[in-house]
């Protein structure tokens, strides 16, 4: 169900993003967005967009599926993705996404290899493992680079991301249009009108966009269901934590006193304590969002969504989500 007071889609939810991002008509809520990202290099003044499904070059190929996928007017290949849960292995997935804007760029016949820009950029609702004690880190842009000198080493290949849960601003102290786009991100569904700050084309577009009123009766029925996925998802992330949590403080209790008995008291309550939450977050939450995901998977699946849009909600391979 849409919780009651609701005004605005979740942009967070995998219909709420591919709404605001991924159709032709909004695609100027796209381009300021990828503006502001890129600041002015490169500036993107038209995209087209492309099919965001790629399969592999033969039947037993994995295939891929972007949330968004485009081409600007200069050619640059842009893939834009929504990802809300972490994965051990998400960055190997967008380095692998990178390969197929690369792979569909080769001609028949005589060519040069020259290629045009490639981006990917991930739009993160978590952080990564090394950004997880600073809450500082919010954009990552990523290319070739030479080791030695510390110079780019190939331009045409960038990989951007943007960690929102590092992201702690009130509208009021955001200076820049990407500040605001990302505040609109992370809460928008929380707002009730228009705030004075957020004016001008592009954010009247965008307040229009998700209003939940205005939207088709299917559209309703389809960003409900996956706004109840992206809860599933989100409680369960929580429950993780919290279960780590717990896990951590008992686990460090027991070190504490074994550690404590043997050096002294003090100083196993004081190790056993950061030794627990250290290794007990870590421990339960990897173990306990796994059992989670399953748990949303079989709902998801038992409410008939396909196996692929599990999958990218999840972060679960597609062969597990066919077992169940």
Known sequence: MIHTGERYINPLTDFGFKRIFGTPFNKDLLMSFLNALFNGDPVVSDITYKNSEKFGTNEEARRAVFDVY???????????EMQNVYQDFYKDRSIYYSTFPIAEQAQRGSWNYELHDVYTIGILNFTFPEDKHSDSSIFREVKLMDTESH????????????????????????????????????????LMSRPMAL???????????????????????????????????????????????EKGI?????????????????????????????????????????????????????????DGMISEMTGLPAEEIKKL
């Open 250 to 306: 008992a686990i460090g209790t027991e070190k504490g006193i074994a550690i404590g008995t043997e050096k002294g008291i003090a100083i196993g309550t004081e190790k056993g304590i950061a030794i627990g939450t250290e290794k007990g977050i870590a421990i339960g939450t990897e173990k306990g969002a796994q059992a989670k995901a399953l748990e949303v998977a079989r709902k998801m699946k038992a409410r008939g969504l396909e």
């Open 151 to 190: 110079e780019i080493f190939y331009d045409k290949l960038t990989y951007i991301y943007v960690e929102l849960a590092n992201f702690h601003k009130t509208l009021e102290e955001c200076d820049s249009i990407l500040e605001k786009w990302i505040y609109c991100l992370r809460n928008l569904q929380n």
């Open 199 to 245: 004016q001008g084309r592009v954010f009247e577009k965008l307040f229009k966009t998700a209003e939940i009123a205005k939207m088709t009766t299917e559209d309703r029925r389809a960003y409900e269901l996956s706004a109840n996925a992206y809860r599933d998802i989100k409680n369960g992330m929580d429950a993780a934590k919290r279960e780590g949590m």
């Open 70 to 80: 485009c081409t600007t007017d200069t050619g640059a290949r842009i893939i834009v």
